[in-house]
Every structure is written in structure tokens, then in C-alpha cells.
């Protein structure tokens, strides 16, 4: 492993009082008690394959491959089983899937090289597609979560938020988070350097790009002229939310 990577896909599975994290360079989880803050690695699948997501459903993990295919594992009796997938997902068939999230008996497969989500029935693993995009080849989304019914995705290079109704199956609204291209941090050199992944517009924390690191960053850059724009932020976003 180089120093840098990531070490772990996205989320996690909780089984019990097991957190499993999935390895984002080889085929292994580690296993994390809660209660003894004990930690075991375990071998999942073949030697030649990583993961860039997990989650549970309470009994089992599931596991989106780096190859592009979704799996449930059994961490009792170590069975893999391979989802059989859509064949039209738009996918080139590496990391299709940047997030999995479980809820109602159902996984979302969060797109990455994919075109569109996939839900797979916790039951019967049939697998069907969910439409989230109209107008993008693929959809690369850095965050995903859902609440009270609704699936939210977040596409950051089109700093686009996706609103997803999950009881009618659809998406239900759609809204741009920052149309400002002239970021007065990130367009810095400094800063495009040595934190920022410009083609996702995001920052992500890693060994080398550390909270700290970020911090000095930002203090260190020349934004004079910009700070009362920018300290303005957190009051228009909490008069959106309000007066919503």
C-alpha cells in the first residue's frame, strides 16, 4: 500500500456488536468489536479483487467489488454469494458502485462508473435498476444517505443534489449546491495542489491530506476580500433550510 491511500471503502456493516470495514487495496474485512475492542481481518472473495463499499442488513454484509459486481457475504458460515446485476447499469465494469445503503429490505447500489443506482431485494436478490440520470453518461456520487424515506445523492462534480422518493420509486427533486466557480479558496494554487481533487471538487482526508493539513491550508491561503462572503455561508444556508 502507498502511503496516501485510502484504506477503506465507503460505510460500514454492523452485525450485533461487530462494525465491519472493507479494504479498499485487497480482499479483506476487518472486524471491530465493540465490546472488547477486539479486531480480526478476514479473507472475503477472490485474491485478485477490493471493495469500495459495505453495508449490513443485520445478519449479513454486503460488498461492492472493485471489479463492478455486488455480493452478500455471511459472516457466520463465510458464503459469498455474486448479485446477478442489470446488464444495462452503463457501466464499464470497474468500481460501478461508489456507496451501498440498506433500508426496507432493500440495497441501494450507489452509481460510480454506473449509469444508475441498482436496488437488490434483501430476499430474493432479484437486482433492477433505479433511474437517477437523465443527462450524464455516468454518475460519479462522492455521498449518499437516506432519511425518512428519501435517498439523497450527491454528485460532486456537478455540485448537483439529488432528492429520490423512495415510496414511489423515483426522483423527486433536484438542487445545484454551489454555482459560484470562482471559489475563493479553492481556486488558490496552494490549495489545488496540495488538498483539493479538482475533477470531484472535494477534498477527501487521507494520510497525506490530513484535518490539520486542510485547516493550515485554508489559513494559509490568500482569500482577503472574500471573508465577509464566505462567513456569510452558514446563515444563508440556515435562512434556506428555515424559510423553506
Known sequence: MKKGEELFGHGCGL?????????????QLVKFNLLTQAETLITVGSSDTSYSAICSDEKNCWL?????????????????????????????????????????????????????????????LQAR????????????????????????LYYSEQRRLLEIDLLQGKPSNSYTIYEDQDDPISRKDFYWKNCWDKSKNQYIEADSNSLSFFLDAVKRSSIDGHREKAGLIGKQIWDSIVNA
Open 15 to 27: 452485525i450485533g456488536e461487530n462494525l465491519f470495514l472493507a479494504s479498499k487495496t485487497a480482499n
Open 64 to 124: 461492492a467489488t472493485s471489479d463492478g459486481t455486488v455480493m452478500r457475504w455471511d459472516p457466520v458460515s463465510q458464503k459469498c454469494e455474486i448479485i446477478d446485476l442489470p446488464q444495462d447499469i452503463g457501466s464499464s465494469g470497474y468500481l460501478s458502485f461508489s456507496g451501498l445503503l440498506y433500508f426496507d429490505k432493500r440495497i441501494y447500489a450507489v452509481p460510480y462508473s454506473a449509469k444508475d443506482a441498482v436496488v437488490i431485494n434483501q430476499e430474493t
Open 129 to 152: 435498476i433505479l433511474h437517477t440520470n437523465d443527462t450524464m453518461e455516468s454518475c460519479w456520487c462522492s455521498f449518499s444517505r437516506i432519511t425518512e424515506n428519501k435517498l439523497y
